[in-house]
């Protein structure tokens, strides 16, 4: 309850929509008058603007028709039905419960009609109180000021039910002198602050355990207010701490969550009065990483990005947009082969098919909105993989690359836009928040996603073969270009799946001008071979060859088509012992011939770099013989 020392009480709403200040912009909700220390004209207000120099007054609603002033309400803002709730206990038996929509997600402003009565009247009597962003309303109880101890409770409004409580206890020294006069704020990430007692003193606490189990909450004491505070609410990593005097002055203090410091007395916006607070905290967080790379050649690279978006505020965000600028990071005509995909899509969120990193850098189609942070739902998030070939690396240079988060709240004149540039590393709350003061865009906390293209190895292969010598023994060759410098020797690796690779043997490099090795191996498995020529430098760097194939089966009467999905290039091997021209024809999924070639030897490599990816038929005429198989190309 708040008990303001001259007996009034103040219901405010004040929206904080900043423009342009602030990468996320909350709105302040604060239940007073319209001018400060007029308690018969209770009030609420939407302020734009408030943590700046030029606060504008949005919108005045009145609320003398419901109560004859200001004492004892108060006002808490429900993320899970995005209203507003105002609570007046003036009559000391009774809650009266009015629900107010002030158009969320929409435009912003006082409601159409206000009812005269309230819509409910509950048996109880809440000090302070306050929703999380499920939805739960907590509030404090029965104190005990010999003790330091009070009860804070889970309330249920539908139904007037207490649903838990648990055992608060004030540390010694720092008793507050009562519990009616202050406010608690729950951030939209959990952690709950609360300002308490009055004359002489209003002291701020944190709560760390307030949530779940039996065991009594230890508050940790912050700070004592300067000056008697009635009111508190979250904005953009701080904490907005309000009180009058009810006679000539309104005022609020900052308090810095991450730094843990209280800034000086300010006057409060726009002539208002302040004597409770909640908050309506639109945020977004994004975070990226590298996920993959693989080199192409001396300055080129297959790149793979994994970017995570978020809501990790308290209402919906409209215009929900990522976007994600390669170009900036590689630079003009340097990126190609750009795809956009979802990992996990629980918000049901729509790419942008246009999506191509540079001409066109929004990820999300437009006009789609992002559901508030409700944990009891994972509706609030989505992670998308982007990939990328990128050209004109230079060797050892670190690549910066961001993704931008943005969205908007209100529309006319509430609107407000926010955005946070990503953090690097894998999406959890720590990553987006390190200070967990819940404001993902904090200067320091948006640091770029790196990548070093690595210096280019002392060994280029050229070709790579290998052949039966007879059904137990393997002949593997091998061509690099010279000189050779700095480079060890070669692991020649084998697999039976392509995927689990074993070390068939290893050719030292005594050499740097030879270019062509040999490497026998007996004892081979039957069936398919792969194999993949590993060189290692004097330093420990190493490099692949292309993988290839071979057959070790007097019995295959087929032809070997791999890899399947293929990128840049389709290895056809011929059955074991055939003889005789073939031809290779590659159709479209409309029948049009893409390439024909003709196959005069046991294996052929086509190159499929310059063909979309998509499904495709191979189809290989062979005296007559004329088989056909799907393949896809992936780039």
């Given at each position: 309850?708040?008990?303001?020392?001259?007996?009034?009480?103040?219901?405010?709403?004040?929206?904080?929509?900043?423009?342009?200040?602030?990468?996320?912009?909350?709105?302040?909700?604060?239940?007073?008058?319209s001018?400060?220390?007029?308690?018969?004209?209770?009030?609420?207000?939407?302020?734009?603007?408030?943590?700046?120099?030029?606060?504008?007054?949005?919108?005045?609603?009145?609320?003398?028709?419901?109560?004859?002033?200001?004492?004892?309400?108060?006002?808490?803002?429900?993320?899970?039905?995005?209203?507003?709730?105002?609570?007046?206990?003036?009559?000391?038996?009774?809650?009266?419960?009015?629900?107010?929509?002030?158009?969320?997600?929409?435009?912003?402003?006082?409601?159409?009609?206000?009812?005269?009565?309230?819509?409910?009247?509950?048996?109880?009597?809440?000090?302070?109180?306050?929703?999380?962003?499920?939805?739960?309303?907590?509030?404090?109880?029965?104190?005990?000021?010999?003790?330091?101890?009070?009860?804070?409770?889970?309330?249920?409004?539908?139904?007037?039910?207490?649903?838990?409580?648990?055992?608060?206890?004030?540390?010694v020294?720092?008793?507050?002198?009562?519990?009616?006069?202050?406010?608690?704020?729950?951030?939209?990430?959990?952690r709950?602050?609360?300002?308490?007692?009055?004359?002489?003193?209003?002291?701020?606490?944190?709560?760390?355990?307030?949530?779940?189990?039996?065991?009594?909450?230890?508050?940790?004491?912050?700070?004592?207010?300067?000056?008697?505070?009635?009111?508190?609410?979250?904005?953009?990593?701080?904490?907005?701490?309000s009180?009058?005097?009810?006679?000539?002055?309104?005022?609020?203090?900052?308090?810095?969550?991450?730094?843990?410091?209280?800034?000086?007395?300010q006057?409060?916006?726009?002539?208002?009065?302040?004597?409770?607070?909640?908050?309506?905290v639109?945020?977004?967080?994004?975070?990226?990483?590298?996920?993959?790379?693989?080199?192409?050649?001396?300055?080129?690279?297959?790149?793979?990005?994994?970017?995570?978006?978020s809501?990790?505020?308290?209402?919906?965000l409209?215009?929900?947009?990522?976007?994600?600028?390669?170009?900036?990071?590689?630079?003009a005509?340097?990126?190609?082969?750009?795809?956009?995909?979802?990992?996990?899509?629980?918000?049901g969120?729509?790419?942008?098919?246009?999506?191509?990193?540079?001409?066109?850098?929004?990820?999300?189609?437009?006009?789609?909105?992002l559901?508030?942070?409700?944990?009891?739902?994972?509706?609030?998030?989505?992670?998308?993989?982007?990939?990328?070939?990128?050209?004109?690396?230079?060797?050892?240079?670190?690549?910066?690359?961001?993704?931008?988060?943005?969205?908007?709240?209100?529309?006319?004149?509430?609107?407000?836009?926010?955005?946070?540039?990503s953090?690097?590393?894998?999406?959890t709350?720590?990553?987006?928040?390190?200070?967990?003061?819940?404001?993902?865009?904090?200067p320091?906390?948006?640091?770029?996603?790196?990548?070093?293209?690595?210096?280019?190895l002392?060994?280029?292969?050229?070709?790579?073969?290998?052949?039966?010598?007879?059904?137990?023994?393997?002949?593997?060759?091998?061509?690099?270009?010279?000189?050779?410098?700095?480079?060890?020797?070669?692991?020649?690796?084998?697999?039976?799946?392509?995927?689990?690779?074993?070390?068939?043997?290893?050719?030292?490099?005594?050499?740097?001008?030879?270019?062509?090795?040999?490497?026998?191996?007996?004892?081979?498995?039957?069936?398919?071979?792969?194999?993949?020529?590993?060189?290692?430098?004097?330093?420990?760097?190493?490099?692949?060859?292309?993988?290839?194939?071979?057959?070790?089966?007097?019995?295959?009467?087929?032809?070997?088509?791999?890899?399947?999905?293929?990128?840049?290039?389709?290895?056809?091997?011929?059955?074991?012992?055939?003889?005789?021209?073939?031809?290779?024809?590659?159709?479209?999924?409309?029948?049009?011939?893409?390439?024909?070639?003709?196959?005069?030897?046991?294996?052929?490599?086509?190159?499929?770099?310059?063909?979309?990816?998509?499904s495709?038929?191979?189809?290989i005429?062979?005296?007559?013989?004329?088989?056909?198989?799907?393949?896809?190309i992936?780039h």
């Open positions: 309850m708040k008990r303001f020392f001259t007996k009034y009480f103040l219901l405010l709403l004040l929206v904080l929509i900043g423009e342009g200040t602030f990468s996320q912009n909350s709105l302040l909700v604060n239940f007073g008058s001018t400060c220390a007029t308690p018969n004209n209770a009030s609420f207000s939407i302020v734009k603007n408030p943590l700046t120099a030029t606060p504008i007054l949005l919108a005045d609603c009145n609320f003398s028709a419901q109560i004859p002033n200001y004492n004892a309400v108060y006002i808490a803002y429900n993320p899970k039905d995005n209203n507003l709730y105002i609570s007046s206990i003036q009559d000391g038996t009774h809650s009266k419960v009015w629900t107010l929509n002030i158009g969320l997600p929409n435009n912003i402003g006082c409601p159409a009609l206000i009812p005269v009565l309230p819509e409910n009247t509950y048996n109880y009597v809440l000090n302070n109180f306050e929703f999380d962003n499920n939805g739960n309303l907590w509030a404090f109880s029965n104190y005990n000021p010999f003790a330091g101890t009070c009860l804070l409770s889970n309330f249920d409004l539908t139904t007037g039910t207490t649903l838990a409580s648990k055992t608060v206890q004030f540390p020294g720092h008793f507050p002198t009562d519990i009616g006069n202050g406010d608690l704020s729950i951030l939209p990430n959990g709950l602050f609360c300002t308490l007692g009055a004359s002489p003193i209003s002291q701020l606490y944190e709560l760390p355990n307030y949530a779940g189990g039996f065991i009594p909450d230890t508050a940790i004491y912050l700070q004592t207010m300067p000056l008697n505070c009635f009111g508190m609410a979250f904005l953009n990593g701080e904490l907005e701490i009180g009058t005097n009810g006679v000539n002055s309104c005022y609020y203090f900052d308090y810095d969550i991450a730094s843990n410091t209280l800034g000086p007395v006057t409060f916006q726009n002539g208002l009065a302040p004597i409770d607070n909640t908050a309506l639109p945020v977004v967080g994004a975070t990226k990483k590298l996920s993959s790379s693989t080199v192409i050649n001396a300055n080129t690279a297959n790149l793979s990005y994994i970017v995570y978006i809501n990790m505020g308290n209402v919906i409209n215009d929900i947009n990522m976007t994600d600028d390669l170009t900036s990071a590689f630079g005509g340097n990126v190609s082969n750009v795809t956009a995909s979802f990992i996990s899509n629980p918000a969120l729509v790419l942008n098919p246009s999506f191509n990193g540079t001409t066109v850098t929004s990820l999300l189609a437009p006009g789609q909105q559901h508030n942070h409700i944990l009891s739902s994972v509706n609030y998030q989505a992670t998308i993989q982007i990939n990328c070939q990128v050209t004109n690396l230079v060797p050892g240079v670190t690549y910066y690359n961001s993704a931008i988060a943005e969205g908007d709240i209100g529309s006319g004149p509430s609107f407000a836009n926010i955005s946070d540039s953090n690097n590393g894998n999406p709350q720590a990553v987006m928040d390190p200070n967990n003061n819940n404001d993902p865009s904090d320091g906390e948006n640091v770029p996603t790196p990548y070093v293209f690595p210096i280019i002392t060994v280029n292969f050229i070709n790579a073969n290998a052949s039966l010598i007879n059904s137990t023994s393997a002949s593997i060759n091998w061509s690099v270009a010279t000189p050779t410098t700095s480079a060890n020797k070669f692991d020649v690796e084998y697999s039976t799946d392509g995927k689990d690779w074993k070390t068939a043997g290893s050719v030292v490099i005594t050499s740097d001008l030879q270019s062509d090795y040999n490497f026998v191996q007996n004892n081979i498995p039957s069936g398919n071979i792969y194999y993949r020529i590993k060189e290692i430098d004097d330093d420990g760097s190493y490099v692949y060859s292309r993988i290839i194939l071979l057959n070790n089966n007097n019995a295959q009467t087929k032809y070997v088509v791999y890899p399947n999905p293929a990128n840049n290039t389709i290895q056809v091997i011929a059955p074991y012992g055939i003889s005789g021209n073939c031809v290779i024809e590659l159709f479209d999924a409309t029948g049009r011939k893409l390439l024909g070639t003709e196959m005069n030897t046991s294996s052929i490599e086509i190159n499929t770099t310059t063909i979309p990816d998509g495709y038929l191979l189809r005429n062979h005296a007559e013989n004329i088989t056909t198989q799907k393949v896809l992936i």
